[in-house]
Nanobody
Framework: QVQLAESGGGLVQAGGSLRLSCAAS????????MGWYRQGPGKQRELVAT???????VYADSVKGRFTITRDYAKNTVDLQMNSLKPEDTAVYYC?????????????WGQGTQVTVSS
């Protein structure tokens, strides 16, 4: 029903910036939630930022003030602008989307894109 394709990962020095992009291929007009999770080495997957169809934004405390999430609701795309990157931001970043309606909720994941921040 929904396929997610990420782009924009890479290697950057601490203090640098990267921009991640995700495009959703779906026949549905709008996804309820789109956002980003990440999984660092030896860590559990964690929320980075999400943006709902109601324009409600959630950020992890660790990225507040450094990362900015934006969505194009018409195109079903979501971007993550990452500034002032730190080595602890190193992780595989996964695009995330939720499609929901009355009595139905399903989450979808992209394949992930590697972000490596060197000190």
């Amino acid at each position: 029903q929904v396929q997610l394709a990420e782009s924009g990962g890479g290697l950057v020095q601490a203090g640098g910036s990267l921009r991640l992009s995700c495009a959703a291929s779906t026949t549905f007009r709008s996804l309820n939630v789109m956002g980003w999770y990440r999984q660092g080495p030896g860590k559990q997957r964690e929320l980075v930022a999400t943006l709902s169809s109601a324009r409600s934004t959630v950020y992890a405390d660790s990225v507040k003030g450094r990362f900015t999430i934006t969505r194009d609701y018409a195109k079903n795309t979501v971007d993550l602008q990452m500034n002032s990157l730190k080595p602890e931001d190193t992780a595989v970043y996964y695009c995330y989307a939720v499609l929901a309606s009355v009595g139905y909720r399903q989450a979808f994941w992209g394949q992930g894109t590697q972000v490596t921040v060197s000190s």
